[in-house]
């Protein structure tokens, strides 16, 4: 079976070679580990690491040392074989003793010469490395550069002090190696070793620093000699680019998997392509052939950091941390707590003699009709009280939801709601509304722990049920919320806590608000919070939408927004917003490949029904596209309605927004509308709300918070240091605009002069005033209205409002409309 399974079109290596080839791989590694197994021991590198970088150090001492004592110290040293070496440290005058005597003795005078200081920082770096794991410039390239300088130098000042007849007073500066070296070099070469020393210097720059093609005399390009230099700056200005979309790459710690090599380039001398660590250098060779084939600008780089994303993607988080999207507003404060008013009158005011009271009244209701219980409980909630009946057997359930009615009369309250049965509980229940409820304050749910440490990605701390506890939702999950409910029943004061909820527990970089509100008013306080949580068109004015054409750009911009994003995330191979900013943060997207970070998005819209009265399809199509799919991408919609009727809340809509929050309606039907179920109808406003997740109802009572309460968040949260703007959707181009523009005159209806004289009259642009008095059909209307327009005889499409009407009174009507025929030759 197994094997089945894993055939392949793959060249499949004989069973034999395999099994070879698998022990001595063993045997490999089973030799290896216990040997070098204490090189991976951190507290041995880091042992080795301070001991390299004080030997550094020291080499450094007493290299320097020597160009002002090496002479003297020279004597000491011949003379060590006969002098005791207490003696001789003592008459050492190197800085570092007798050691350093010794050292640089032998490393400068006997071996490299000057050249020798290239040692030094070759073991700083990589005790350096070993210590903090940080690399300050890299070590393979340090150690090319240096071999090959020491080899070059040696040779050089040797050849010089050849030259200068035999070993000078600066015979020391080419050393032992050098003057040896020169002297093979001049037996074989003469004085060619001038152009010997030549040719392998510019063969080293050449390979050395990548040097393609000398451009030298073509001013306008890039010159050879700063090629690393130049892909340094291109990454600069790309970051400058970027930075208008997200600012924060400006910042020093802000580096990504291109920026490596760069950041990889600590000073001109050691100028390097790449390479942190020796094994992508290594990479870099084989990948040589490919490497040819890309364009010039950016040769090996490409290859490697194809195949290397991931690794250097952890390097980098290992050397710079994670990509941190709040780092613009680094010094942003949430708000406060403080804020938010703390009402006194916020306990449980239910007595003892209401509750009894209330129970004799339901036992009474049910023994008049015949229904026995065994037991009744009651919990108390902050707006109603629930009695909880155990039925005797036999009972059937549908008996005592009939009584419902009763039970009301018996209580002589409103509201009374049966729950037949609870779900996931053997009892009915029966919520009665308190005589005095609780004032849940938003402040009181904001402040519990579950709501403060919540790892939720959009959490809400929507209300508290009726055993007191505060529920909350994760707005991600839901994914979109419908929200419902009639004038005064404390719509506004819940999209409020929504808001405030997530402004409490989101940074500005990570959310964004675009807010409709086409009552004009309600939302206007969040405009101070425009440049950190808001989102707007581009050449848009206000950031809170309020008119009805806005609405619509908006909606398709946000659909467009949405296409963007599922580009990006599929590019990305990441199948939601949370995993693609994942694997942003971890620094494995890159930025100049067009990958941002994307802040969750969330849409609400105060007034449905004025919408879809004046926009209708234009902008149910829209909301029913979001709804459909931007759940995955992060874009979510709170809709609210006063009216929740069919043709608001249409099939479309209902069907894509499985979480619905009602708050009291005046009828059963618009109950059935909203939450498919009845109970809306019965609750007692205020905020007294059902919230239906698929099956469950849940009754909630929605925290309150005043517009003042809000207004101070607002404040606190505007006068901190913002965004340049606010966060920019996609322009979207409507077609609405060009609506008048492209009607052809010449074909004017037949009925354009009655209805022109008809607008006239009355002075109002509306399309259904001529469907009305001409009995015409809304498409043939709305064709005349084009018409009028293209003619200037009403103004624009104005949302709500019915356009303006340009022509004052019947006598310039008359002469344009003889103007039109005159034009047109009719
Ligand atoms: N959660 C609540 N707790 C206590 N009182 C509330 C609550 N919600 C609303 N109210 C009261 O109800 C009043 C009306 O609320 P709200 O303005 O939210 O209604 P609305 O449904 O938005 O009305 P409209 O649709 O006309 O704007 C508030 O001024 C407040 O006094």
């Known amino acids: 079976m197994a094997e089945n399974t894993y055939k392949s079109n793959t060249f499949k290596k004989p069973e034999k070679e395999k099994d070879k080839e698998k022990k001595s791989k063993k045997a490999n590694t089973a030799d290896k580990k216990p040997f070098f197994s204490f090189l991976q021991d951190p507290r041995f590198r880091l042992a080795a690491g301070f001991v390299l970088i004080v030997s550094s150090l020291f080499l450094f001492a007493s290299f320097l040392s020597y160009l002002f004592t090496g002479k003297a ?16 440290g003592m008459e050492t005058d190197n800085w570092v003793g007798l050691w350093g005597a010794i050292v640089s003795h032998a490393f400068i005078f006997r071996w490299f010469g000057i050249a020798a200081f290239f040692i030094p920082p070759i073991i700083f770096i990589a005790g350096f490395r070993m210590v903090f794991k940080r690399s300050i410039a890299s070590l393979v390239n340090t150690t090319i550069f240096s071999i ?112 490596l090599k760069s950041e990889e380039i600590p000073d001109p001398v050691l100028v390097a392509p790449a390479a942190v660590s020796s094994s992508e250098i290594k990479l870099e060779i084989e990948k040589s052939e490919p490497a040819k084939n890309t364009p010039k600008q950016e040769p090996v780089f490409t290859i490697e950091e194809q195949l290397e994303t991931d690794k250097l993607a952890e390097q980098l988080v290992e050397q710079q941390g994670a990509y941190d999207p709040t780092l613009e507003l680094s010094h942003y404060k949430f708000p406060p707590l403080e804020l938010l008013r703390e009402y006194e009158v916020g306990k449980v005011q239910v007595t003892q003699e209401e509750l009894n009271q209330n129970k004799d009244r339901i036992v009474a209701t049910l023994v008049n009709f015949k229904i026995g219980i065994q037991s009744i409980k009651a919990t108390i909630g902050p707006t109603v009280t629930l009695y909880e009946i155990v039925p005797d057997a036999g009972i059937k359930i549908s008996r005592i939801k009939n009584l419902e009615d009763d039970i009301a009369l018996s209580l002589s309250a409103l509201g009374i709601r049966i729950i037949a049965p609870i779900p996931g509980k053997g009892t009915i229940g029966i919520e009665v509304p308190n005589k005095n409820r609780e004032m849940v304050s938003i402040r009181s749910v904001l402040s519990i722990e579950r709501f403060q440490k919540s790892d939720y990605e959009l959490p809400i701390a929507l209300g508290k049920t009726i055993s007191n506890e505060v529920h909350i939702i994760d707005l991600a999950k839901m994914p979109h919320l419908l929200v419902a409910g009639a004038t005064g029943q404390g719509k506004s004061v819940g999209l409020n806590v929504i808001l405030a909820s997530l402004l409490y527990k989101r940074h500005p970089s990570t959310l964004k608000f675009v807010l409709v509100d086409p009552k004009k008013v309600e939302m206007s306080i969040f405009s101070k919070i425009e440049r950190h949580y808001l989102a707007k068109l581009p050449n848009s004015e206000e950031a809170i939408i309020t008119d009805t054409r806005k609405v619509v750009h908006t909606l398709n911009s946000l ?38 970070f994307l802040p969750y998005i969330v849409l609400v819209i105060d007034e449905l029904a004025d919408l879809m009265m004046t926009a209708g399809k234009e902008v149910e199509t829209p909301i029913a596209r979001l709804a459909q799919l931007a759940r995955a991408i992060g874009i979510h919609l709170v809709v609210a309605t006063q009216r929740p009727s069919v043709n608001v809340i249409t099939g479309v809509i209902k069907a894509n927004f499985p979480a619905r929050l009602s708050f009291r309606v005046t009828s059963k039907v618009d109950s059935r509308t909203i939450l498919d179920a009845g109970g809306a109808d019965q609750l007692v406003g205020q905020g007294d709300m059902l919230l239906s997740n698929g099956n469950d109802v849940i009754r909630l009572q929605c925290p309150f918070v005043d517009t003042p309460e809000i207004d101070k968040v607002c404040d606190f949260i505007g006068s901190q240091r913002g965004y340049d703007s606010a966060y920019m959707l996609p322009e979207y181009e409507g077609d609405d605009e060009g609506g008048a523009s492209d009607v052809d005159l010449s074909e004017r209806d037949a009925l354009f002069e009655d209805a022109a004289k008809l607008i006239v009259m009355h002075q109002q642009g509306s399309t259904s005033l001529i469907q009305r008095k001409l009995k015409l059909g809304y498409n043939r209307a709305g064709r005349l209205i084009d018409q009028l327009e293209a003619a200037g005889i009403v103004g624009s499409f104005e949302g709500s409002k019915a356009r303006e009407v340009l022509i004052k009174d019947e006598m310039s009507l008359e002469q344009l409309l003889s103007s039109l025929r005159e034009k047109h030759g009719q």
């Open 148 to 259: 090959f300088s020491i080899l070059w130098l040696s040779l050089m000042f040797g050849y010089i002090t050849l030259q200068s007849d035999g070993v000078s007073e600066w015979g020391f500066l080419g050393g032992g190696l050098g003057y040896n070296l020169a002297l093979v070099s001049d037996s074989i070469f003469g004085w060619g070793t001038f152009l010997v020393l030549i040719l392998t210097l510019l063969i080293f720059i050449i390979f050395y620093f990548n040097v393609t093609a000398i451009n030298a005399f073509q001013p306008k390009e890039k010159s050879i000699g700063n090629a690393a230099f130049v892909e340094e700056n291109d990454i600069e200005s790309d970051k400058q680019g970027d930075d208008k979309i997200i600012p924060t790459y400006t910042d020093d710690k802000d580096v990504w998997v291109d920026d």
């Open 559 to 596: 659909c467009i927004e949405m296409e963007n994003r599922y580009e990006i995330l599929k590019d990305a191979g990441a199948r939601n917003l949370k995993e693609y900013n994942t694997k942003f943060v971890a620094r494995k997207l890159n930025p100049k490949e067009g990958h941002r």
């Open 73 to 88: 110290d020279q004597s000491v040293i011949e003379a060590l074989a006969t002098d005791s070496i207490l003696e001789a």
